[in-house]
C-alpha cells in the first residue's frame, strides 16, 4: 500500500485517491469557435511523462482536489499541494 | 542441419545426441539503411515483420528491441485469446486475430499450444444478466460464436464455482464463447521471429530506440544505441512506452501508461478447464498447461512506468476469486509481476499512420493485445507496405479523437483483457 499525502488530511492510503488527469491541461476558452482538433488535444492528448510528472489528483474522503508531483517512474509521491487558483 | 520442426526431426534429434538443433533466429548486425525498420520485439513488432516479407515480399526489415523478444507485455501476460467484443469493428478485428491464430502453429511452424478451452464471462447480478445476453447479440449479428449459459450452464462449465445459496456472487449466468481460450506467450513471440528471420528479417535485440531522424518534416529513420539506421518507413509497436517515443517524435498521443499485474500459483493437478473471467469482481483465471492458477484483474489505478503491481489491486483480485472459488483457498502464489500498457480512453488500438510522416502505429492495446497479435500485425504491415489503411484497421486510426468516432468498448463490452 502506497501513501500519498492529502494537503488538508495529511498522509492517506493510496485507495482513498482518485486521478484527475495531467495539471496544465487547460480546457480551451471559446465553445463553439474552438477548433476540433484543440478540444480533442484537451480531452484526450497526453504527455504521459516517464518520470518527473504533475498531476491533479482527489482525495476523494474529504473531495479536495489538489497537485502532486510524483515520480512515475520510482512511483516516489511529494506531498500533496493544495491548487493556488492556477494548476 | 535441423531447421524444420516434427516428428521426424524430433526423432532423428533424438538419436544424434540433439545436436543438429540450428538457433531458432540469426544473430545478425544492424545495417546502416532498410526498407523498414519496427520499433519493439513483442509479438506485435514480430508479427508485423513476418506479415511485411511474407504477404507483402518485404525482406529488407528489422525489428529493432531494446531488450530481449517477448520481455515486454508479451511475456508478461495471461495468454487469453478471444474475440467477444460488441462493436462489429472490434469484432473484424479481434475475430481476423482468433482466426489467424487458429491456423499459426502449422503456418509458422512452432507450436504455438493454442488451446481453444473456452471461457466463461460470469454474470452475477441481474443487470449483469441483461448485459450479457446483449453482447452475445451483439456477437452473433457480427458473425462470431457466443452463447448465453444460464446459471445450469455455468454449473456444468464450472463445477467448482461457488454458486449456492450462500454464495456471495451467485453466477446467474454468463457469456460462453467456445473458440476462446489460450495460447503460450513466449512460442507466439519466438515463431514470429523465427518464421521472420528465415525469409530475411534482421531481429536486432539489445539496441534501444533513441529519437527519430526527422528530414523535411518526415521521418527518414532512428537514432539508436548502435548507431543510425535508414529506413523508407518506420513502424512502431511499443506498447506502455508509446507516449515516450511519440514526444521524440515531436507529437502527443491519447493513452497513459499503467501496471498491469497478473499471479501465479503453485502448479496443481487439472481443475479448472476453461478460462473464467468475472468482471463483478475484476477477476479472471485459468490453468495453465504446467498446472498453475493462473490469475489477472484490473489495472492498477496510478499511471506507472514502474513494471511491478500494487497491492490494493492484488488484494482484490485475490479476494475476488477466493470467493468464487473457495478450494483456491490452500492455494500458494509462486510470482507476482506486472507489466506497463497503453490505456486509451475507449479501450481501443490506435493503428495508423502517425502526425510524423512515414511513422506509423501500433500501439493503444492496453490490457488486450496479445490476443491481437496476428491481426495488429497484418494490419500494420499492409499499412507500412502500402502506406494505406486495411478496411479492418481504418476505424482504428488516430482521426477517431477528433471526428468523436470512438470505439468504446469499455462502455460497450466492459471489457477486461
Ligand atoms: C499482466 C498482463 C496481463 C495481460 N493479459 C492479457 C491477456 O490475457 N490477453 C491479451 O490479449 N492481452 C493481455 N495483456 C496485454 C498484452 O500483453 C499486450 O497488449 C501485448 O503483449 C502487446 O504486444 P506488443 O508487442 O505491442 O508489446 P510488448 O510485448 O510490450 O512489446 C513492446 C516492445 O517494445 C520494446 N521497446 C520499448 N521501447 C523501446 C525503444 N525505445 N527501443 C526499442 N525497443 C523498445 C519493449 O522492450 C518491448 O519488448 C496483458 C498484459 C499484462 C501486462
Ligand atoms: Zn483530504
Known sequence: MQIFSCPFCGPRPETEFHFGGEAGNDRPHGGASVPAQDWAAYLHLRHNPKGAAREIWMHTTCLEVFVMERDTLSMRAEPGQALGGHA | MTR????????????????????????????????????????????????????????????????????????????????????????????????LYEKLSIELNYNIMLSQRGMVSLAHTPAEMEMSARVVNAMQINGTDAELLDADGVRQRLPIHHGGPDARYPALGGIWQGRAGTARHDAV??????????????????????????????????????????????????????????TKAGFRLPVTSYALQACVSEPVKPILDTVVLSPGTGTYASQSDKGEIVIGGALDRVPSYGQRGNLPVLETVIAGLLEMFPAFRQLKLMRQWAGIVDVVPDSSPILGESPLPGLFLNGGWGTGGFKAIPAGGTLLAHLLATGQHHDISRPFDLDRFTTGRLIDEAAGSGIAH
Open chain 2, 4 to 99: 524444420r520442426y516434427s516428428a521426424l526431426s524430433l526423432l532423428k534429434e533424438g538419436l544424434s545426441g540433439q545436436k543438429g538443433w540450428q538457433p531458432a533466429w540469426d544473430d545478425r548486425p544492424l545495417k546502416p539503411r532498410y526498407d523498414v525498420v519496427i520499433i519493439g520485439g513483442g509479438g506485435q513488432g514480430l508479427a508485423t515483420a513476418y506479415y511485411l516479407a511474407k504477404t507483402h515480399g518485404i525482406t529488407n526489415v528489422a525489428v529493432i528491441e531494446k531488450g530481449w523478444l517477448g520481455g515486454g507485455n508479451t511475456g508478461r501476460n495471461t495468454t487469453v485469446v478471444r474475440s467477444n467484443y460488441f462493436f462489429p469493428e472490434s469484432v473484424r478485428l479481434y475475430d481476423l486475430s482468433l482466426k
Open chain 2, 189 to 246: 513471440a519466438w515463431g514470429y521471429a523465427r518464421a521472420a528471420s528465415k525469409l530475411g528479417v534482421d531481429i536486432i535485440q539489445q539496441c534501444e530506440v533513441e529519437d527519430f531522424l526527422i528530414e523535411g518534416g518526415r521521418c527518414r529513420g532512428l537514432r539508436t544505441s548502435r548507431g543510425e539506421v535508414r529506413a523508407d518507413r518506420v513502424g512502431m509497436a511499443v506498447a506502455g512506452h508509446s507516449s515516450v517515443l511519440a
